[in-house]
């Protein structure tokens, strides 16, 4: 049986006792649960030895309320707990000082999804180097990384840091956020007190989640676009749709589980796809399909689609699963047979305003290049990501923690 690192905690009174008279502040959102579907706050403020003063919310809010990116949460007083809650995606994305002096030790409990570009391992970036400068002490509450121990795409280049970019990473970077703060730390060159509360029983390789206990754990959403483990193993790939002019499905039951426009020539991309790069399809099935969005890009209109499914276990391998290929391939199939396609959407991503938002998300524009070079092949995007993939390999292996 799996514990994550917050049951383990509750379970353990010898794993709290160096919190014993020490102001305790959580960093959490709406899958920060137990075992039994408990949020953490409520949790952790049952315990008679938890002395806790503040909790903290990351983008889409400590309630997961915010449904689309920069939607900002604003400050609150819990109404049950009268404790403060702090928003670290509103008026600022870094704890400030008042709020660093709220607590002495910050217990972060948050639900990953393996990507780069998911900003909760951003905020524990942030939290990691102002703990470094005000004296205080994190402690990562461990959870899975639900897609797994798999590595995939170019390495962050120097200068394309954001908030979606929080450092030389590859889009699945393959660690769990325990496993991240270290690099962090080691990385940044920090001095903080850092420790993880690690899990129990965890299985990245295991069928049939490889990387989420799916027979012993609930899935609930980390974020308003995240809800099943279905767009986990995709979102490497499909989180670049929100740098183009394509619909990523928010506003349908399947976000980041497809993709597509209005008139779309969307089976022609498939076969195309399949014919281009034949081991870039592989480990999934691709699934024409329609689709009219309630809200977001082509909201009302309807759409022609590409449904990508890895939860068939018949047809997903997760070995074989590259999900930054595969929708790096669509895009390359698009310009192809649409050449003047308004692929690439420019607009304001993440409070950045003068990087188009493929570039911001792939950490460089290298993506982009190879998909709107009519020359350029498979085999060039093999040569910048694969040797960054097999230098990635080595750089995380000291800090694998299970």
Not at 165 to 186: D, K, N, S, V, Y
Not at 331 to 349: A, H, M, N, S, T
Request: glycine letters at 8%.
């Amino acid at each position: 049986m799996i514990q994550f690192g917050l049951d383990r905690l509750l379970a353990d009174p010898a794993l709290r006792r160096p919190l014993a008279g020490r102001r305790v502040a959580l960093l959490a959102h709406p899958a920060s649960l137990t075992r039994d579907l408990t949020h953490a706050l409520d949790a952790l403020a049952a315990l008679p030895d938890i002395q806790l003063s503040a909790a903290f919310g990351p983008q889409h809010g400590l309630r997961g309320d915010k449904q689309d990116n920069m939607v900002e949460s604003e400050d609150f007083l819990d109404p049950r707990l009268g404790i403060p809650v702090f928003s670290l995606y509103g008026e600022v994305r870094r704890p400030t000082a008042r709020m660093m002096d709220s607590f002495d030790v910050l217990l972060v409990d948050l639900q990953d999804l393996g990507c780069r570009i998911y900003t909760f391992i951003t905020t524990l970036r942030y939290v990691l180097e102002a703990a470094a400068r005000h004296g205080k002490e994190v402690w990562v509450l461990d959870r899975p990384n639900p897609a797994g121990r798999p590595v995939e795409g170019n390495l962050l280049r120097p200068g394309w840091e954001s908030f979606v970019g929080a450092g030389p990473l590859p889009m699945r970077h393959g660690l769990t956020m325990g496993e991240l703060g270290h690099w962090f730390i080691q990385t940044l060159g920090l001095t903080v007190e850092y420790r993880v509360i690690e899990m129990a029983g965890w299985a990245p390789d295991a069928a049939p989640g490889y990387g989420w206990p799916m027979a012993e754990r609930s899935w609930v959403n980390p974020s308003p676009n995240a809800p099943n483990v279905s767009m986990a193993r995709a979102y490497a790939g499909t989180v670049m749709l929100e740098g183009t002019t394509l619909s990523e499905g928010r506003g349908t039951t399947r976000p980041l589980e497809l993709f597509g426009a209005p008139d779309l020539p969307t089976r022609d991309i498939i076969t195309g796809m399949q014919a281009l790069a034949p081991a870039w399809v592989q480990g999934c099935r691709l699934r024409e399909c329609w689709f009219e969005p309630t809200f977001h890009k082509h909201a009302r209109q309807l759409c022609t689609g590409v449904q990508i499914h890895v939860e068939d276990p018949t047809h997903y391998d997760h070995a074989a699963f590259r999900p930054w290929r595969l929708q790096a391939l669509a895009f390359k199939l698009i310009r192809q047979l649409r050449p003047d396609y308004p692929l690439w959407r420019d607009f304001p991503y993440e409070y950045e305003n003068d990087r188009l938002a493929i570039d911001l998300i792939n950490g460089a524009p290298l993506l982009r290049e190879w998909v709107d070079d009519a020359a350029a092949t498979p085999a060039d995007l093999e040569a910048f990501a694969a040797p960054d993939e097999a230098a990635w390999e080595e750089i995380r292996r000291p800090f694998l923690l299970y």
